[in-house]
């Protein structure tokens, strides 16, 4: 059920069914002080839509190279990222990733062209997921890293 942009209507349906023991009560703020009070009157979670989209467009600002983020802690994330053309044709072992960039290399995400006897291409996806140091980094991949964010933000882009 979701409540429009009153927040005193917010406030009275937040009590009302922490009143009726609905077990998991969600409820919007758009300050602090807000989701205080909510707070207080028993929400279990609070949401802030308008903060939360800033932060994602902060994070993908800040750092176009990276394509998916998911903030681990306050200073570690899990990361989606285009390989760097620098990495193309080599393997895992022969980049060291962990020793050289601070960062674990968890899965790779690889799109594959292929051609059937009749000469129609297709494209098809998959995931390594644990690759062995052998594996090579292809034209295309997209790289699925964990580290702090530091790190990442210093992870090469060409």
Same mark, same amino acid.
């Given at each position: 059920?979701?409540v429009?942009?009153?927040? !005193?209507?917010?406030?009275?349906?937040t009590?009302?069914?922490?009143?009726?023991n /609905?077990?998991?009560?969600?409820? &919007?703020?758009?300050?602090?002080?807000?989701?205080?009070?909510?707070?207080?009157?028993?929400?279990?979670d609070?949401?802030?839509?308008?903060?939360?989209?800033? !932060? &994602?467009?902060?994070?993908?600002?800040?750092?176009?190279?990276?394509?998916?983020?998911?903030?681990?802690?306050?200073?570690a994330?899990? /990361? @989606?990222?285009?390989?760097?053309?620098?990495?193309?044709?080599?393997?895992? !072992?022969?980049l060291?990733?962990?020793?050289?960039?601070n960062?674990? /290399?968890?899965?790779i995400?690889?799109?594959? &062209? @292929?051609?059937?006897d009749?000469g129609?291409?297709?494209?098809? !996806?998959f995931?390594?997921? /644990?690759?062995?140091?052998?594996?090579?980094?292809?034209?295309?991949?997209?790289?699925?890293?964990?580290?702090?964010?530091?790190?990442?933000?210093?992870?090469?882009?060409?």
């Open positions: 059920m979701g429009g942009t009153s927040f !005193e209507a917010n406030v009275l349906t009590v009302t069914l922490k009143e009726l /609905v077990p998991r009560v969600i409820s &919007r703020a758009t300050s602090k002080v807000r989701a205080e009070i909510l707070s207080r009157v028993g929400a279990d609070i949401v802030n839509p308008e903060n939360e989209s800033a !932060e &994602r467009w902060t994070g993908r600002l800040m750092a176009p190279t990276i394509m998916e983020r998911i903030e681990l802690a306050d200073d994330s899990l /990361v @989606q990222i285009a390989a760097p053309g620098s990495f193309h044709n080599k393997t895992l !072992e022969q060291d990733v962990r020793k050289n960039y960062v674990n /290399v968890v899965a995400h690889r799109t594959v &062209r @292929q051609s059937d009749k129609q291409t297709s494209t098809r !996806e995931v390594i997921s /644990v690759p062995a140091g052998d594996t090579p980094v292809k034209e295309g991949d997209v790289l699925i890293l964990i580290g702090n964010n530091e790190a990442i933000g210093a992870f090469p882009t060409k």
